[in-house]
């Protein structure tokens, strides 16, 4: 599976941005497309993830009401729609794909990762 993530920018506070992810090389039916992030100095916080099949979806808790995952099966692509941005939603977004279920948070659980989109918020 390959993942090419792409969308990120630099964006003032209270914008928003929308982050895509193209899905290519396998039939992804049998996968799950999670977005996480990684802040300067930090660890790989996990942010959403969706079950390609059925739409499921789960969010961390910390962001959740401002971002919202998303799949449009026929693009194979997954989106992932950020408002109310913050400066501490600084970081490179990477998305990634697991066999193991959407339910999921650990990066561990990951097989596949794209190469991350920066997101710059400024004050």
């Known amino acids: 599976v390959q993942l090419q993530a792409s969308g990120g920018g630099l964006v003032q506070a209270g914008g928003s941005l929308r982050l895509s992810c193209g899905v290519s090389?396998?039939?992804?039916?049998?996968?799950?497309l999670g977005w996480f992030r990684q802040a300067l100095g930090k660890e790989r916080e996990f942010l959403a993830a969706?079950?390609?099949?059925?739409?499921?979806?789960k969010y961390q808790d910390s962001v959740k009401g401002r971002i919202t995952i998303s799949r449009d099966n026929a693009k194979n692509t997954v989106y992932l729609q950020m408002n109310s941005l913050k400066p501490e939603d600084t970081a490179v977004y990477y998305c990634?794909?697991?066999?193991?279920?959407?339910?999921?948070?650990?990066?561990?659980?990951?097989?596949?990762w794209g190469q991350g989109t920066q997101v710059t918020v400024s004050s």
């Open positions: 090389g396998r039939t992804l039916s049998s996968y799950s």
């Open positions: 990634a794909a697991n066999s193991a279920g959407w339910r999921l948070t650990g990066r561990e659980i990951y097989d596949y």
């Open positions: 969706i079950s390609w099949s059925s739409g499921a979806t």
